[in-house]
């Protein structure tokens, strides 16, 4: 069983060797980023039209010269960094949500000796939803413009790092066994 195949994973750094992409990624998540993208939008329209109707109303004053047209811009964009900073933790934390999936699945596996072949193939799959979560994560700690926020976002991910290094030495047990 276990001298049949290459192990799953290096003793000493815990990457993977065997890789197989057995669902698309984007077919899971890419309908929940598309309907998050659009709330956000229609969110990010609603405020501009408000933030437009202040800016013209404000005092009762009509007038639309440069400063306010300055305003406005600055507006704009705080509001289009924001809009994009959400979606990117949304889609860091969605991606989380597939990898505790994941887990969940692969778990009561663990307790028979014959689901070995089943197990490896959802682990190369868990290995690959992590490394997006990675990723997703990286690009979101790049917008990060304050450093509270890159403390409390990498605290985050180091805690769903232990929590999928601890399952993954837990996978190694039972292989080990196999």
């Given amino acids: 069983m276990l001298g049949e195949s290459a192990p799953l994973f290096s003793p000493l750094t815990l990457t993977p ?3 197989v992409d057995t669902e698309p990624l984007t ?3 890419e309908p929940a980023f598309q309907e998050n993208k659009t709330k956000q939008n229609k969110t990010n329209e609603a405020n501009l039209e408000w933030n437009l109707d202040d800016l013209l109303n404000f005092n009762g004053n ?3 010269g440069n400063q306010k047209a300055s305003n406005e811009h600055v507006e704009m964009v705080s509001n289009n ?7 990117l933790d949304q889609n860091r934390k969605c991606i989380l949500s597939e990898v505790d999936k994941q887990i969940e699945i692969i778990n009561p596996l663990l307790s028979r000796v014959e689901n070995e072949e089943l197990v490896r193939t959802r682990v190369s799959h868990l290995d690959k939803l992590f490394m997006d979560m990675q990723q997703a994560h990286a690009v979101y700690l790049t917008k990060l413009n304050n450093e509270k926020d890159v403390e409390q976002a990498s605290n985050w991910y180091d805690t769903q790092d232990r929590k999928v290094f601890d399952f993954k030495r837990k996978i190694i ?3 080990y066994c196999c």
Avoid: F, G, H
């Avoid at 960094?81 to 979606?87: C, I, M, Q, T, V």
């Fill in 17 to 19: 060797r065997l890789v």
């Fill in 27 to 29: 077919a899971v998540l």
């Fill in 62 to 64: 009509t007038d639309t």
């Fill in 81 to 87: 960094e924001d809009s994009d900073l959400k979606a």
């Fill in 173 to 175: 047990e039972y292989l």
